[in-house]
């Protein structure tokens, strides 16, 4: 099992940015698929974005063109850069990876279950 941490939440107004990262106890290099995921208040934990091993993307549309995601493999870490955030955005936020799977999917990383600690996202109006 891959030990997450994720860091960089806080609290931005509408449309400021926030520059998640997610450590990983393994090489980030190796793992064969990484995620963000967020769970806004009072609701269910949804997928943000996936990126696997050759760095294909599969982001939610509500996030696409605002959100980007990255691998610092010499730091052994997943970035998400959130821009132009809205209320919409805030929720706690968590990162999920797998060292072996070719199905690097929202479905996939949701059932592994295995999530760091979180951290929040607050946008406000």
């Known amino acids: 099992q891959v030990q997450l941490m994720e860091s960089g939440g806080g609290s931005v107004p509408v449309g400021g940015s926030l520059r998640l990262s997610c450590g990983t106890s393994?090489?980030?290099?190796?793992?064969?698929?990484m995620g963000w995921f967020r769970q806004p208040p009072r609701s269910e934990r949804e997928g943000v974005v996936t990126i696997d091993l050759k760095g294909r993307t599969t982001y939610a549309d509500s996030v696409k063109g605002r959100f980007t995601v990255s691998r610092d493999n010499a730091k052994n870490q997943l970035v998400l850069q959130m821009n132009n955030l809205k209320p919409e955005d805030s929720g706690m936020y968590y990162c999920?990876?797998?060292?072996?799977?070719?199905?690097?999917?929202?479905?996939?990383?949701?059932?592994?279950?295995?999530w760091g600690q979180g951290t929040l996202v607050t946008v406000s109006s």
């Open positions: 393994s090489y980030a290099y190796s793992l064969a698929c």
């Open positions: 999920a990876a797998d060292s072996l799977t070719p199905d690097c999917s929202f479905d996939y990383l949701m059932a592994l279950d295995e």
